[in-house]
DNA sequence: TGATTGATGTCAGTGTATGTCATGACTAAA
DNA sequence: TTTAGTCATGACATACACTGACATCAATCA
């Protein structure tokens, strides 16, 4: 994170991150399976955690809630990290292959959380159409609180904007 | 795409596909950023077409309308090309760096879509929202479609899905 | 005719990624 | 205590993607 965030993710080599954690490139490519991989390493526990709420989530909810409470506990989580997710965000946004990357791992996230709900019983293709709107719902809202300044309350930004995506998708 | 389909994409080298063409590796690079984007040339001319179908869409069509419009349009004219999208998507389908290209051309897809709508005066979240809502929706219509068999009506199964979103977000 | 431009070739490099084998630390069994 | 096995790492070699710099050649234009 601290030579990607000095010189740019393209101007690191791995032989310098691996000089700065005193271990050889073959090494480093041991931990990860790419250059790109440093920076997602948390993608897996983030999906536990998710996958578990949805899981979790009271018998009655619809699909679409169990979702929304699981999107929004996600929310909390990155709120508790502010600082790192800024920093993070800024290396991923300045390079299309990190983008790449990260939009790869949201997909796996979205086949989770549908396959998820389909444990709970629900069928397709409600269950992927659940999970892609949330996922959709997290994206849009995770640039406006990013964007914004550091009062503003990102698991209620989820929740206003499930409210409006109902308001798009029905008109009323 | 014959050489990606004989080796797959990994086994075929750029020497090879150049070999092929009859051209030197440099000229390859000199067409396409990487070995890559051989399988997305098109995704530019399906980006001006999805957007003239969006900004042409009705006045006073609901943006998730406009949005369904340009999508089933889209599903059409893939159906008129059912054996070459097929051949692609194996292809695709066989290694994950393609999927990441795809995902992010469906992402740049989806922004486009989201100007086209802020075009035509919707707000900000609804825009994007519609967008994410309509590529959602196309990407699980495509999957069915391509795994369905060959008398399956792709703009219907997108209809069908727009309608089965409405009713995964509202409960009615 | 000569200059210009555009497409391609040639060549030499950098960096990512992978396979293979060697080494030393630690662990469990004999 | 020895022996064998496992694991993390290093050392080395190599393939392949991709880039920059310059050369060549043909078509076109002044």
Redesign the pocket.
């Known amino acids: 994170m601290d030579l990607y965030g000095e010189h740019g993710f393209e101007q690191t080599?791995?032989?310098e991150i691996a000089e700065r954690a005193g271990?050889?490139?073959?090494?480093f490519?041991?931990y990860f399976?790419?250059?790109r991989e440093v920076l997602f390493s948390g993608a897996s526990s983030l999906e536990q955690f998710l996958v578990g709420i949805v899981a979790g989530a009271p018998e009655q909810d619809r699909p679409i809630e169990a979702v929304a409470t699981a999107i929004a506990s996600v929310a909390d989580f990155f709120q508790e990290r502010r600082e790192f997710t800024l920093r993070r965000q800024s290396v991923i946004g300045t390079n299309t292959e990190l983008q790449e990357r990260e939009l790869i791992k949201l997909a796996t996230l979205t086949a989770a959380i549908a396959e998820a709900l389909r444990r709970r019983g629900v069928r397709e293709p409600s269950a992927s159409l659940a999970a892609e709107a949330g996922i959709a719902v997290f994206k849009i809202s995770f640039e406006r609180w990013i964007s914004g300044n550091d009062e503003s309350n990102f698991s209620q930004i989820v929740h206003e904007h499930f409210d409006e995506l109902r308001v798009v998708t029905t008109g009323c």
Chains 1, 2 share one sequence.
């Open positions: 080599t791995v032989a271990l050889t490139e073959r090494t490519f041991r399976v790419d250059k």
